[in-house]
């Protein structure tokens, strides 16, 4: 069995058993365009090849194992179960200016271990297919559809890490943006990483134009080292210079991602290495309140109050550092930053 998202083995499967190629354009349409997700829908093809898909592919390998929506209404939580019985899970975050955006993982898990991270609980399970990575859009986008609403963005900042999984991330990039398919602008897509710095370099080659966010969440190694082991491998030094020819390359802005943690990387003086380490170059940088996740009690981190957060971006704002302090929105379901599988390892009795 094969998903129905492959358009290849579709294309393929067709061709062998001498149906038309526009049928493929039929299938397409009624997937993407019209959300069906049962081949006994598809009304615009005959009983005959309905019959033989069903037999050959599938829809959804992921099942849902639990929805959970904010008091708010503007943030749902979705836990999915895998054909291999690993748990994942994407966020659906409505905006009140109706952008909506998908928060998707692309790894059951993740291994970068950083410290502030809910995720890297049970580390790497394994990489996810395109496919699962594009059922969870396909599954935002039905429940959208239904609230008569559209998918807008799709960041990749969910279980894992992105350029661990390239290949399969790039796949499913690729039909989120294909216009026959979800038909989302390359600008629209945001892929973060905590600096994998070889598939830096593949990305600006593959999507110039899609977004790219660093997790950075200190302006020195030392900082870094105690709370992301991944600058181990990659510094401070070998980032920045992919970096820079990153935005030569594509001429678009990088976000920086920066959990604040108190009395960890919030002293007024880091503020001026941040400056000083992106004076004159093409950032934005996103201030993150830390939150907490209930099995990080040995780790003793806190939040920092939101006016140390406000001072410290005052010092970016007057050397020209664009920033922002993201709004924490969603933490009453366990779906805001770093908070992604919570509850999931309370359930399995982590």
């Given at each position: 069995?094969?998903?129905?998202?492959?358009?290849?083995?579709?294309?393929?499967?067709?061709?062998?058993?001498?149906?038309?190629?526009?049928?493929?354009?039929?299938?397409?349409?009624a997937i993407y365009k019209n959300f069906v997700s049962n081949f006994d829908d598809?009304?615009?093809?005959?009983?005959?090849?309905?019959?033989?898909?069903?037999?050959?592919?599938?829809?959804?390998?992921?099942?849902?194992?639990?929805?959970?929506?904010?008091?708010?209404?503007?943030?749902?939580?979705?836990?999915?179960?895998?054909?291999?019985?690993?748990?994942?899970?994407?966020?659906?975050?409505?905006?009140?200016?109706?952008?909506?955006?998908?928060?998707?993982?692309?790894?059951?898990?993740?291994?970068?271990?950083?410290?502030?991270?809910?995720?890297?609980?049970?580390?790497?399970?394994?990489?996810?297919?395109?496919?699962?990575?594009?059922?969870?859009?396909?599954?935002?986008?039905?429940?959208?559809?239904?609230?008569?609403?559209?998918?807008?963005?799709?960041?990749?900042?969910?279980?894992?890490?992105?350029?661990?999984?390239?290949?399969?991330?790039?796949?499913?990039?690729?039909?989120?943006?294909?216009?026959?398919?979800?038909?989302?602008?390359n600008r629209r897509i945001t892929v973060s990483t905590c600096w994998i710095v070889?598939?830096?370099?593949?990305?600006?080659?593959?999507?110039?134009?899609?977004?790219?966010?660093?997790?950075?969440?200190?302006?020195?190694?030392?900082?870094?080292?105690?709370?992301?082991?991944?600058?181990?491998?990659?510094?401070?030094?070998?980032?920045?210079?992919?970096?820079?020819?990153?935005?030569?390359?594509?001429?678009?802005?990088?976000?920086?991602?920066?959990i604040m943690l108190n009395w960890v990387n919030d002293n007024i003086k880091l503020?001026?290495?941040?400056?000083?380490?992106?004076?004159?170059?093409?950032?934005?940088?996103?201030?993150?309140?830390?939150?907490?996740?209930?099995?990080?009690?040995?780790?003793?981190?806190?939040?920092?109050?939101?006016?140390?957060?406000?001072?410290?971006?005052?010092?970016?704002?007057?050397?020209?550092?664009?920033?922002?302090?993201?709004?924490?929105?969603?933490?009453?379901?366990?779906?805001?930053?770093?908070?992604?599988?919570?509850?999931?390892?309370?359930?399995?009795?982590?």
């Amino acid at each position: 069995m094969f998903s129905i998202h492959d358009e290849e083995k579709v294309i393929s499967f067709l061709q062998e058993n001498k149906i038309p190629k526009f049928r493929y354009t039929q299938i397409e349409n009624a997937i993407y365009k019209n959300f069906v997700s049962n081949f006994d829908d598809m009304n615009t093809i005959s009983k005959e090849v309905r019959e033989l898909l069903k037999e050959n592919f599938y829809f959804y390998s992921l099942t849902v194992d639990h929805i959970i929506t904010s008091d708010n209404g503007q943030t749902t939580k979705i836990l999915f179960k895998t054909s291999s019985w690993e748990l994942i899970e994407s966020v659906i975050m409505r905006h009140l200016s109706w952008r909506n955006t998908l928060c998707v993982s692309c790894q059951a898990w993740c291994p970068m271990a950083c410290s502030f991270c809910a995720t890297w609980k049970l580390w790497l399970q394994r990489n996810l297919t395109f496919s699962e990575i594009v059922e969870q859009i396909m599954y935002a986008s039905e429940i959208l559809n239904k609230e008569q609403t559209i998918l807008r963005n799709i960041v990749y900042m969910g279980m894992g890490e992105p350029f661990l999984n390239y290949p399969n991330v790039k796949k499913s990039i690729e039909i989120a943006c294909a216009q026959k398919k979800f038909n989302l602008a390359n600008r629209r897509i945001t892929v973060s990483t905590c600096w994998i710095v070889p598939w830096i370099k593949k990305f600006w080659d593959d999507f110039p134009q899609t977004s790219l966010a660093i997790s950075i969440h200190a302006p020195n190694d030392e900082i870094r080292k105690s709370i992301m082991p991944v600058d181990h491998t990659y510094n401070l030094e070998t980032l920045m210079q992919a970096l820079d020819e990153y935005t030569a390359k594509t001429n678009k802005r990088i976000f920086y991602e920066y959990i604040m943690l108190n009395w960890v990387n919030d002293n007024i003086k880091l503020a001026y290495e941040l400056w000083n380490l992106l004076k004159w170059k093409l950032a934005h940088v996103n201030f993150i309140p830390y939150n907490p996740w209930e099995w990080a009690w040995w780790i003793e981190y806190k939040a920092t109050p939101k006016f140390l957060i406000e001072k410290f971006q005052k010092v970016l704002l007057e050397f020209w550092v664009p920033s922002t302090i993201r709004a924490t929105m969603w933490d009453d379901i366990d779906a805001a930053c770093w908070q992604l599988a919570n509850k999931t390892a309370k359930e399995i009795n982590l």
